[in-house]
């Protein structure tokens, strides 16, 4: 069973580069025909689909986001990772990731493993 797990830090301050790395185990982020995508839920608000990175290494991006976000992969240690600039208080939400054969999802019933989600926050 495939499992996910975010890591990274859990305060941003406003203007600087949100990092955030997702360890996958028990399945390849190289297994054809998946989707590795972040996801967000800003407080009191509904799934956000941030972007993502195929089973080849392309990378997908919302429109809404696509000018500050980076999406990247590690092979070698299974890990892809989610990179949002110029980051503002607007940002702060629980951000996941997780695995899906489709893109701009925002049920979880459309993905079929994710992680625990990560708190971040957004402040000076």
């Known amino acids: 069973q495939v499992q996910l797990q975010e890591s990274g830090p859990g305060l941003v301050k406003p203007s600087q580069t949100l990092s955030l790395t997702c360890t996958v185990s028990g399945g390849s982020i190289t297994t054809d025909y998946y989707y590795w995508s972040w996801i967000r839920q800003p407080p009191v608000q509904g799934l956000e689909w941030m972007g993502a990175v195929t089973s080849s290494g392309s990378t997908y991006y919302s429109p809404s986001l696509k000018s500050r976000t980076s999406i990247s992969r590690d092979t070698s240690k299974n890990q892809f990772t989610l990179q949002l600039s110029s980051v503002t208080p607007e940002d702060t939400a629980v951000y996941y990731c997780?695995?899906?054969?489709?893109?701009?999802?925002?049920?979880?019933?459309?993905?079929?493993?994710r992680g625990q989600g990560t708190q971040v926050t957004v402040s000076s």
């Open positions: 997780a695995r899906g054969r489709n893109l701009q999802r925002t049920r979880w019933s459309d993905y079929d493993s």
